[in-house]
């Protein structure tokens, strides 16, 4: 998704509820364009769009929502938007990483105004989930010496399509992991036991790949990963039978 500078943010949050519900009930509702949105609704200037873009894209939703939601209503989305931590959002725009998983699994299926609340709680959820990792991991790798956020990512031990909406942003289901060692343990190359060691596929050749099975684990100051999880990870990538 796209993320919002601080002008545009102020921009937003400047705004009255009530345009910023009515920008996305004509944009989720009745598939008006953006640039057509600021021409009806008076306190916008007709610009290009780039007003009524960010109001859109403030909350989360991008041009796959357009026109989604036939069933909303204008005091739907305005209850909803009541309930937004916009503090939270405005964190997340201004946060250096992007979660792949929140541009990825965001499905636009159902169409009244909960699934509106839900598609940007689910981002806030996410936000904050990274925000416990990055303080529970000192903000580095669990795996190496990786501190830069732009590596770091919050990797899911049960898969983020498999989790339940609690699983999704429980921090004992996710490891503060840079991009390669994130991959290998997507990928199973890698896995780890109760005792938090790390264990090596036999299947992959760490050494053509220059890749070290030398890692000590390091562990989080609180929300250790799950043992459930854990071996839920080791089971799926044949470890344990
Ligand atoms: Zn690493």
């Known amino acids: 998704m796209a993320k919002l500078d601080q002008r545009r943010i102020n921009f937003v ?30 306190e916008l200037n007709e610009e290009d769009g780039w007003q009524a873009w960010s109001v859109i894209h403030f909350y989360g939703f991008d041009g796959n ?19 937004v931590n916009v503090e939270e959002l405005e964190e997340f725009h201004l946060a250096n990483s992007v979660e792949r998983e ?5 499905k636009f299926t159902e169409n009244d105004g909960k699934d509106v609340l839900r598609t940007i709680k689910a981002r806030q959820g996410q936000y904050k989930l990274r925000k416990t990792l990055l303080q529970n991991y000192n903000c580095k790798c669990a795996m190496c010496d990786i501190n830069n956020p732009k590596l770091l990512i919050t990797s899911h031990i049960k898969t983020w399509s498999a989790s339940s909406a609690d699983e ?14 994130d991959g290998l343990f997507e990928y ?45 990870h080791r089971l799926k990538h044949g470890y344990e039978l």
């Open 13 to 42: 949050k400047g705004l009255p509820i009530d345009v910023r519900a009515r920008v996305l009930f004509y944009f989720l509702k009745e598939g008006i364009s953006n640039r057509k949105i600021e021409g009806l609704i008076d």
């Open 65 to 83: 929502s357009k026109a989604k939601y036939p069933t909303l209503t204008l005091k739907k989305i305005k209850d909803s938007l009541l309930n």
């Open 102 to 106: 929140i541009t990825a699994n965001i």
């Open 168 to 181: 999704r942003i429980n921090p004992s289901n996710s490891i503060l992991l840079c991009k390669l060692h």
């Open 188 to 232: 199973g190359y890698i896995s780890l036991n109760d005792d938090y060691e790390v264990l090596y596929s036999p299947t992959f050749d760490f050494g053509s790949q220059g890749i070290s099975t030398n890692i000590t684990f390091t562990k989080p100051i609180c929300d250790k990963p799950s043992s459930v999880f854990l071996k839920e």
